[in-house]
């Protein structure tokens, strides 16, 4: 059974830095795109950054306009871990981010949400001006 458990969401001053992780267990699959989303209150859940993953290795990295340039998305040499590193925080960053899971993906549909069939609880991050 595959298992994301994230982590690593606090609250921070706009400007300041987080990195979220995102544990992953149980994915037999080589092939695969795992990645982060978040969503804030009243808003719909949008994509952040995904990696695309074959044979163990990133074959690329996606992300969305707001998150290019402040956050990098990575993974621990063993493949367990995804982390997702923030840095010049907004206020508008402010949202739950979630770790999910799909058996594909591409440059046109990384972020859509219904390709991704695993998904973590979310952890709460909170960006104050």
């Known amino acids: 059974q595959v298992q994301l458990v994230e982590f690593g969401g606090g609250s921070v001053q706009a400007g300041g830095s987080l990195r979220l992780s995102c544990t992953a267990s149980g994915y037999t699959r080589s092939r695969y795109c795992i990645g982060w989303f978040r969503q804030a209150p009243e808003k719909e859940r949008e994509g952040v950054a995904t990696l695309s993953i074959n044979g163990g290795n990133v074959l690329n990295a996606y992300y969305s306009g707001s998150a290019a340039g402040r956050f990098t998305i990575s993974r621990d040499n063993a493949g367990n871990t995804l982390y997702l590193s923030m840095k010049s925080l907004k206020p508008e960053d402010t949202a739950m981010y979630f770790c999910?899971?799909?058996?594909?993906?591409?440059?046109?549909?990384?972020?859509?949400?219904?390709?991704?069939?695993?998904w973590g609880q979310g952890t709460q991050v909170t960006v104050s001006s």
């Open positions: 999910a899971a799909a058996p594909y993906c591409g440059s046109a549909s990384w972020y859509q949400t219904d390709l991704y069939n695993y």
